[in-house]
Every structure is written in C-alpha cells, then in structure tokens.
C-alpha cells in the first residue's frame, strides 16, 4: 500500500523542502521505494536534490498536470529523474506558477494532483509532496491527494495564527473531499538548543497543540549543515551523515515509520 504525504505550511522557509528531502532519503535507506513530488514553482526541491537549473528542465509536474486537466495520456517516463542517491523525483519550475490560474478555471479542479497520482501509487511505497508555501488551489490539490499532512514548524516563535489557517484547510479539505485525511503531525524545526527560549518555545508549541494533534517527540536542531547541504545538491546523508540534523531525521523518520507499521 503507498502512503501519500503532503509537507505543508503557508508560511515560507520553515523546513518544508528539507524535511521532504531528508525523510524521502531516509525512507528509501530503509529500503522502501520513494517519489518525491515538487510542488513549489521555486523549484527548491528539485535544485536541493542536484538539479541546479530547474527552469531548464523540459518536462515537469506542471506538463503532467496539463495532460490531466486535457485527458491526455500521461508520460511519466519522461518526467520522473532518478537522481543519485536513489531517490525518485518529479521536478517543478517556474511553469507551476501559472497553474493556479489555470485550475480555477476547470472542472475538477482540486483533483488534478490526485488523479496524477493514482496512477503511480502501484509503483512506490511512499510518495512525498513538497508544497509551496500558501493555501491557494496547488496546496488544496495536494491535500485532497494525500493520506497524511506533516506541518513542519520553526520553533522560532509561537507561529498561532498561521496554523490556525492551515487547520481550517485542512477541516475543510477533509470535511468535503477528502475524509481520509489524516494530521500526521507537527515536526518542530531549526531548534536552537542552546538557548532556553527555544525550549520555552517548544515547550509553548506542545502544550498548545499537544492535545489535540501529534507533536513528534523528535526536534530538528537549528544548523548551519542544512544551509550548506541545500547548496550542495545533496540530502544531508550523502553529506555527513554524523551531523546532528542528519540524527534527529532519522529519528524522525523511525517515529514516523513506528506509527505506520
Ligand atoms: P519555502 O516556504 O520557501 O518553500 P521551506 O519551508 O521549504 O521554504 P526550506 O527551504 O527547507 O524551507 O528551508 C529554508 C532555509 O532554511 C533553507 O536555506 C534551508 O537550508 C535552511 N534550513 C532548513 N532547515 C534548517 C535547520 N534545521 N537549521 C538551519 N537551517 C535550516
Ligand atoms: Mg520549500
């Protein structure tokens, strides 16, 4: 059975990109077979995993989201890359920006992605979206495609109201289209852990959702290797795979893969 993960939150620069690199990385080195979908017009993902002009890439999920909106057959061959470590990737680029104009516009609309995807579920164990940082029709089509939300949050300050936000979409996304959606939980990034305010902060963030949602037991610590490794075009495990950040994935990864079994 494939599990379909959205990683999402409106708010930009939060560890999306990189909590959707380091799990698919640490997913597939537990040998399941993993897709990563870009689903941000920056191209993050895609650059982050050794493809330094996304924009130059011919043929991207917005190309296979076009074929599904026109009922056209669907090539993944020519758009899924295998990049080096193993790990499969439908990039994005620049063209996706113009597809939240084109979806309000159709029938269906919210379904696309998920359509897209019903046809690659027998071939992977996991697929991973990285979502781009609003709510508009893109986040939705993800959301309606997916079994699972994790929400990366910077425990940088008590991020409320943005939350409050993501939750509303999500209720709504599951009250009207999607009732399998499920919260899988929040993971609290770019920790600082030698400042005591970071641990009120967590601290803060656990007691106010805790009760309601899952807060993984398990924190990324704020590092200047995450900065390094995106620039790098390589996951943090094909960079040091001793550093601390490259650790509290991998626990992240367990505590997730715990729960599902
Ligand atoms: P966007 O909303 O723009 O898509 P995002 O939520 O995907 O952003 P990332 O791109 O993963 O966020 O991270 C934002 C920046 O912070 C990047 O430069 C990344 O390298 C850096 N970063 C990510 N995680 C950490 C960390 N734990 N410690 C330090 N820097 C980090
Ligand atoms: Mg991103």
Redesign the pocket.
């Known amino acids: 059975m494939c599990k379909v993960i959205s990683i999402a ?1 409106q ?9 959707t690199v380091n799990l698919g990385k640490g997913l597939s080195d537990m040998g399941k077979k993993v897709l990563l979908i870009d689903f ?1 017009a ?1 191209g ?1 993902l895609t650059e982050s995993l050794g493809y330094s002009n996304p924009d130059e890439i011919p043929s991207t999920i917005s190309d296979l989201m076009q074929n599904v909106i026109e009922d056209r057959p669907l090539n993944f061959k020519s758009c899924v890359l295998h990049n080096d470590e193993g790990i499969d990737i439908i990039p994005a680029n620049i063209e996706l920006s113009g597809m939240e104009t084109i979806l309000v516009n159709i029938m269906s609309r919210e379904r696309v992605l998920k359509e897209l995807i019903s046809q690659l579920t027998d071939s992977y164990d996991y697929i991973l979206i ?1 979502c ?2 609003s709510l508009g029709m893109l986040t939705i089509n993800a959301l309606v495609a997916s079994d699972e939300v994790i929400i ?1 949050v910077q425990a940088h300050f008590l991020p409320a109201k943005g939350l409050e936000h993501l939750m509303r979409t999500i209720s709504k996304v599951k009250r009207q289209i999607n009732p399998g959606l499920k919260i899988g939980g929040i993971l609290l ?2 920790v600082d852990r030698r400042t005591n305010f970071a641990k009120s902060i967590s601290e803060l963030i656990r007691n106010t959702y805790g009760n309601d949602l899952r807060v993984f037991q398990s924190e ?8 390094e ?2 620039a790098a075009g390589k996951s943090i495990y094909g960079y040091d795979k001793r550093c601390s ?1 490259a650790n509290a994935y991998t626990k992240f990864t367990e505590e997730l893969c715990m729960e599902v079994g």
Request: aromatic letters at 0%.
């Open positions: 939150n708010k930009g620069g939060v560890g999306k990109t990189t909590t941000d920056q993050s990285d781009t940082p990366p990034t770019m990324i610590p704020l590092s200047i290797r995450a900065a490794t995106s950040i």
